[in-house]
C-alpha cells in the first residue's frame, strides 16, 4: 500500500534552534500534505495544509513565520520548527491523500516527537 | 465546529476478551467518521470508516464500528482481542467525505494482557 515516510522519528534540540521535519510520499505522488500536531493527551490538530508548488495554508491560532513550511516537490513537503522553544515540544505527524478507488484516503507518516530542552 | 471525544484514554483488556472503545461527535454538519490505529514507532493506520449507507463498518483486523446519529456515537469493537491489538486507537471526524482535513480525539491506548 502507499506508504508516506517521516523523518527524524523524535528528535532533541536547544531552545532557540530551528528543527526541520520531512515527510515523503514513497509510492505516490502527492500535490497535498497535511501536518498535524498532538500535545500530550490531547487531540491531532491540524497545523496546516502544505500545496506544491504554492504556499502552505495556515489553520488558525498557529504561526506561519514559526512553523515554516515547504512542498518543493510531489513527493516531500518539510516542516521547519524555527526558534524552538519547549513548549514547542509535541509530536508532528504528516498525512498525504492517495485515491484508493473512487475515493481518497488519507496516509499518514509515523510522526515526529520533538522535545526542545 | 466539529470535536471529537474519546471517553476512555486507556483500556486495559485481558486476551481473547471482547472490546469496546467508545467516541462520541459533535457536528452542525453532515459526518463523515474514521478510526485510525498507531502502533508503536508506526504511523497512523487507517482501520475503518463510515462515510454513508450501512451504520455498521467492518474494518480490518476484525474491528468494526457502529455509527449511532441519535447518540452522536461512532464506538469500535472487537470481540476478541490479541496481543497484537495494543496500540493507541483514534477516532476522528471530517465533513469532507475524502477525509482530509481530520478532527482527531484525544486516541485512546489499548493494552491487551495475556
Same mark, same amino acid.
Given at each position: 500500500g502507499a506508504v508516506v515516510s517521516q523523518h527524524p522519528s523524535w528528535v532533541i534540540c536547544k531552545s532557540g534552534?530551528? #528543527? +526541520?521535519?520531512?515527510?515523503?510520499? &514513497?509510492?505516490f505522488q502527492a500535490t497535498t500534505m497535511f501536518w498535524y500536531r498532538q500535545f500530550p493527551k490531547q487531540?491531532? =490538530? &491540524? =497545523?496546516?495544509?502544505?500545496?506544491?508548488?504554492? +504556499?502552505?495554508?495556515?489553520?488558525?491560532? #498557529?504561526? +506561519?513565520?514559526?512553523? @515554516?513550511?515547504?512542498?518543493?516537490? @510531489?513527493t516531500l513537503s518539510t516542516l521547519t520548527v524555527t526558534s524552538a522553544h519547549p513548549e514547542d515540544s509535541s509530536f508532528y505527524i504528516c498525512s498525504a491523500p492517495i485515491m484508493t478507488g473512487a475515493r481518497i484516503e488519507a496516509f499518514f507518516g509515523q510522526g515526529t516527537r520533538l522535545t526542545v530542552v | 465546529a466539529q470535536s471529537v471525544t474519546q471517553l476512555d484514554s486507556q483500556v486495559p483488556v485481558f486476551e481473547e476478551a471482547p472490546v469496546e472503545l467508545r *467516541?462520541?461527535?459533535?457536528?452542525?454538519?453532515?459526518?463523515y467518521l474514521f478510526w485510525y490505529v498507531q502502533y508503536p $514507532?508506526?504511523?497512523?493506520?487507517?482501520?475503518?470508516?463510515?462515510?454513508?449507507?450501512?451504520?455498521?463498518?467492518?474494518?480490518?483486523?476484525?474491528? /468494526?464500528?457502529?455509527? $449511532?446519529?441519535s447518540q452522536t456515537s461512532f464506538h469500535l469493537r472487537k470481540p476478541s482481542v490479541h496481543?497484537?491489538?495494543?496500540? /493507541?486507537?483514534? *477516532?476522528?471526524?471530517?465533513?469532507? /467525505?475524502y477525509g482530509n482535513k481530520l478532527v482527531f480525539g484525544a486516541g485512546t491506548i489499548l493494552r491487551v494482557k495475556s
Open positions: 534552534t530551528s #528543527v +526541520k521535519i520531512e515527510c515523503r510520499s &514513497l509510492d487531540s491531532l =490538530m &491540524l =497545523m496546516a495544509t502544505s500545496n506544491e508548488g504554492s +504556499k502552505a495554508t495556515y489553520e488558525q491560532g #498557529v504561526e +506561519k513565520d514559526k512553523f @515554516l513550511i515547504n512542498h518543493a516537490s @510531489l | *467516541c462520541n461527535y459533535s457536528s452542525s454538519v453532515s459526518v $514507532n508506526q504511523g497512523l493506520q487507517l482501520l475503518l470508516k463510515y462515510l454513508s449507507g450501512s451504520t455498521l463498518v467492518k474494518g480490518i483486523n476484525g474491528f /468494526e464500528a457502529e455509527f $449511532n446519529k496481543i497484537s491489538d495494543t496500540a /493507541e486507537y483514534f *477516532c476522528a471526524v471530517s465533513d469532507r /467525505e
